[in-house]
């Protein structure tokens, strides 16, 4: 049974900086592509970045592009996301997302899903 649990989150100020981590047991870390998906009250789950199982070929949704950073570490069976200058519009529940095959951007392309942690940004 593949697990994914997340850490990391919390509140920090406008412009801050926050290092969330997902941690996936139960199957080889290094079949699963990874992604990030973050949902603010009222609003849709949206894509906000992707990692291959290689980790070659990140992916990331425009609104975070030059702010995060996805990184994958195999050993540690960890993938980070890095959040730098953040924004109160970044504010969400952050889950980490894993497939085994490809990434991709879509929600629906992803099979095991982690609890969320929460991320809040006060201006």
């Known amino acids: 049974q593949v697990q994914l649990v997340e850490s990391g989150g919390g509140l920090v100020q406008a412009g801050g900086s926050l290092r969330l981590s997902c941690v996936l047991s139960?199957?080889?870390?290094?079949?699963?592509?990874i992604a990030w998906f973050r949902q603010a009250p009222g609003n849709e789950r949206e894509f906000v970045a992707a990692?291959?199982?290689?980790?070659?070929?990140?992916n990331y949704a425009d609104p975070v592009k030059g702010r995060f950073t996805i990184s994958r570490v195999n050993a540690e069976n960890t993938v980070y996301l890095q959040m730098n200058s953040l924004k109160p519009a970044d504010t969400a529940v952050y889950s980490c997302?894993?497939?085994?095959?490809?990434?991709?951007?879509?929600?629906?392309?992803?099979?095991?899903w982690g609890q969320g942690t929460q991320v809040t940004v006060s201006s």
């Open positions: 997302a894993a497939r085994a095959g490809l990434m991709g951007t879509s929600r629906l392309a992803y099979d095991y």
């Open positions: 139960g199957r080889t870390f290094s079949t699963f592509s």
């Open positions: 990692i291959s199982r290689s980790g070659e070929t990140p």
